[in-house]
């Protein structure tokens, strides 16, 4: 696991965070994934294969994607939970590597 992350809970379904900011959380249909991305980089994504990501006009103004389970490699999703942990941990953390 990353460091500092914690297993919570946001709108009620399994949600991973990083001093409490939210970086990832299974949506209530338990098949996709909410994650934080770069909007840049996730208007290429969703672009290159809306199969696998997508975004609803809920999340359009910030910088989460959807991701569905179902269709994404397990390497490509563990690229994007470290991503969207890089962008909520705290600098120190990083460098730290930790506690």
């Known amino acids: 696991m990353l460091p500092g992350v914690e297993e919570s809970t946001s709108y009620g379904t ?10 990832a959380r299974l949506k209530e ?16 994504l969703v672009a290159a294969r809306p199969g ?6 809920h999340y359009r103004a910030y910088p989460f994607m959807l991701v ?5 490699k397990r390497a490509e999703l563990a690229q994007l939970l470290e ?3 890089s962008m909520t941990a705290p600098s120190a953390r990083k460098r730290r590597g930790g506690e």
Do not use: I, Q, S
């Open 29 to 44: 249909d338990g098949e996709t994934l909410v994650v934080k991305v770069a909007l840049e980089a996730r208007d290429a």
């Open 52 to 57: 696998v990501f997508f975004v609803t006009d």
């Open 14 to 23: 399994p949600a991973l965070k990083v001093k409490g900011k939210l970086f």
């Open 83 to 85: 991503d969207a942990w």
């Open 68 to 72: 569905r389970l179902a269709t994404v």
